[in-house]
DNA sequence: TCCTTTATATCACTTTATGATATATCTAAA
DNA sequence: TTTAGATATATCATAAAGTGATATAAAGGA
């Protein structure tokens, strides 16, 4: 049994990624592009990770017209997951830093 | 091969609690306390992380003279990677910040 | 034509996380 | 003083998550 959602950071980039239409392989892109390379998602990953986030809709299909991509977007409730981790996301940081000043003194 | 070191959500969270000593008791309470019960790490995930931490030198057996508690304590190595993740974890929150904010445009 | 890039997808495997359980000590109250 | 609950560490077996390798195919340029 899963408390408060909490995603893994892998699932919290791809779902950043999808805060606009965008399709997997873009993603892909966009990650390893914003990331300067430093994280790497691979297409095992990725396409594990839509059809995931396509069954607990927090993404949905937003375009196949083209035969060969397709697009994703995020869901209102995708949006407010993403939101509500971002939070917990900003007090892990908190912490990581108030413990690492704490220590200098 | 991993790429440049990156930490886990559990990992992140017991690092930083380890940026001053602690016992693996201890730090389960502390996470606990300071996430108010959203974060939940159990002895299963504390004691198997702490082994790891130990093997791959970000964390060091700071005292033992108790015959109960082990206290723990980051390692320069471990200060450092905490700290590059801290940086990491930062630029995903702007990236996840950015795309919300564009979409309402 | 044919090679490269774009694009999606899955399999088998590894890594990571965790519920359940075991064990032992300390402490406060009955 | 015994005993129940909190403190504390530890492991096993399983579940969940992540990924390298590989397959497939269409688009686009040389």
Sequence with gaps: MKQIEQLTDSVF???AALSNPRHGYAVMA????????????GPASMYTIIKKLLQQELIYLYDDSDS???????????????????????VM??????????EQE
Tied chains: 1, 2.
């Design 30 to 41: 966009l990650i390893e592009e914003t990331t300067k390379g430093t994280v790497n998602i």
């Design 68 to 90: 060969r991509r397709k697009t994703y977007l995020l869901t209102q409730k995708g949006r407010e997951v993403l939101r509500e981790d971002i939070e917990r996301r900003k």
């Design 13 to 15: 980039y791809i779902m």
């Design 93 to 102: 940081i908190q912490l990581a830093e108030n413990g690492l000043k704490e």
